[in-house]
Nanobody
Framework: QLQLVESGGGSVQPGGSLRLSCAAS????????IGWFRQAPGKEREGASC????????VYADSVKGRFTASRDNAVNTVYLEMNSLKPEDTAVYYC?????????????????????WGQGTQVTISS
């Protein structure tokens, strides 16, 4: 069955870096856009990025633009999120999700309703 498994989370100091991975199986990975989301305690889940099926286009939330880079390798069914210049407010559980389409569509491409399948999440903690 469809499965998305995140890894790479951990604890780092402010200004540090982490690289998250999301391994996919059970569906035609190369046909779907993939997003990264995060959810902090007591807050709603918010979109961080959406990468098109071929990896040629990525949309970022303003809160991570310039610091986070999403990429994907369709040969190994994996999507990545490189996170740099991390801040305490980046602390959250990070999820990857499969979009319902091949592109990140619409005026609000990071809406959770655009995504149909989710991983279990990986914790990222930024603290000194």
């Amino acid at each position: 069955q469809l499965q998305l498994v995140e890894s790479g989370g951990g604890s780092v100091q402010p200004g540090g870096s982490l690289r998250l991975s999301c391994a996919a199986s059970g569906f035609t990975f190369k046909s779907y856009a993939i997003g990264w989301f995060r959810q902090a305690p007591g807050k709603e889940r918010e979109g961080a990025s959406c990468t098109s099926s071929a990896g040629g286009s990525t949309v970022y939330a303003d809160s991570v633009k310039g610091r986070f880079t999403a990429s994907r390798d369709n040969a190994v069914n994996t999507v990545y999120l490189e996170m740099n210049s991390l801040k305490p407010e980046d602390t959250a559980v990070y999820y990857c999700a499969a979009n319902k389409f091949s592109a990140c569509l619409g005026s609000r491409p990071l809406l959770t309703s655009n995504f149909g399948s989710w991983g279990q999440g990986t914790q990222v903690t930024i603290s000194s």
